[in-house]
Each structure stands twice: as structure tokens, then as C-alpha cells.
């Protein structure tokens, strides 16, 4: 390689992503959630999506047991809600009382969009575990802006004129 691993990262951080918490429930029944900008589409028929996850991370094992997890796509007002699960807090869900989708998976209220999700494939990759799965359900608010992130930080989106 000609370049180190805080290059590539900084070179990676140029790329806007949107921001999301993904969440689950481990063998014991224990919901469990983080937030991952590494989701993305993968197919619109059947339709998938990806997202990754270091293999250090502590929630992993429960995704790695997973049949269904959920993507909530947050709204630009979530930062809270972003950083309260890119921690290690042993509670992640106190006082958002979730509700229970597809396979018992936890669902937060409140979302730009939320997709329920069936695995469909497991990929190591490096130093991640690369989650593939098919949208069983989709819930939308049209109207909502998303949260994103750019070179370490958080943004906002602004709209551009249209072109020609």
C-alpha cells in the first residue's frame, strides 16, 4: 500500500452517508442497537440492502445470531438519537419504549424511513462482518431530510438549482 490507514479513512470520509441505527434482538431476547453509516443498496428485485460491522464491536454477536434486523434512516433532528447508540451505554433503548416488528426485532417510532429486514447473507470482509438482507416491510415520511455525515462530522444537506 502507498498510503497508511488514517489516509484511506480520511479519503473515505469525503464519501456523504447517510446515518442510521440499526437494531436487533440477541438469544436472550435483549434488544440490541447501533448506529452504522456503512448501509447501502444492493437490488431492487428482490430488494436488498447492505451494512457492515467491525468485528471488535460488541453487538455483533447478536446480529451474527440474527434472522431479521431493522435499518432506521434518521432525520436530520436525530443526532441525539445517532450518538445515544454509537455508544457503549449498557441501555441504548431507555425512554424510546420501542415498538415489535417482524421476527420480535425492536422498531423505533420515529425515523425518515425504517425498513424491516430478513438476512440473506453473512460476509467477512477484512476487519467487518458485511450484513446483506431483503426488505420485508418499509415504513416512509416523505417530507423528512435526512442526517448524514461527512468527514467525521455531521452535515446538512443543501439543495442545489436545478440544471439546464
Request: net charge neutral.
Amino acid at each position: 500500500m502507498s498510503f497508511d490507514t488514517r489516509t484511506f479513512r480520511d479519503a473515505l470520509g469525503l464519501f456523504v452517508t447517510g446515518v442510521t441505527v440499526i437494531t436487533t434482538r440477541d438469544p436472550d431476547g435483549r434488544p440490541v442497537g447501533i448506529t452504522a453509516n456503512s448501509f447501502n443498496s444492493v437490488s431492487l428485485e428482490p430488494p436488498l440492502v447492505l451494512w457492515s460491522v467491525a468485528r471488535q464491536s460488541r453487538s455483533l454477536a447478536a446480529f451474527e445470531q440474527a434472522d431479521h434486523f431493522a435499518v432506521h434512516i434518521l432525520r436530520i433532528d436525530q443526532q441525539d438519537l445517532s450518538d445515544q447508540f454509537a455508544t457503549s451505554m449498557t441501555d441504548k433503548f431507555a425512554g424510546l419504549g420501542p415498538l415489535t416488528g417482524l421476527g420480535g426485532i425492536p422498531l423505533l417510532k420515529d425515523y425518515a424511513a425504517r425498513l424491516q429486514c430478513r438476512i440473506y447473507g453473512r460476509h467477512p470482509a477484512g476487519d467487518h462482518i458485511v450484513f446483506i438482507a431483503e426488505v420485508e416491510r418499509l415504513d416512509l415520511n416523505r417530507t423528512a431530510r435526512p442526517l448524514v455525515y461527512h468527514g467525521g462530522h455531521y452535515a446538512k444537506l443543501a439543495d442545489m438549482p436545478p440544471t439546464g
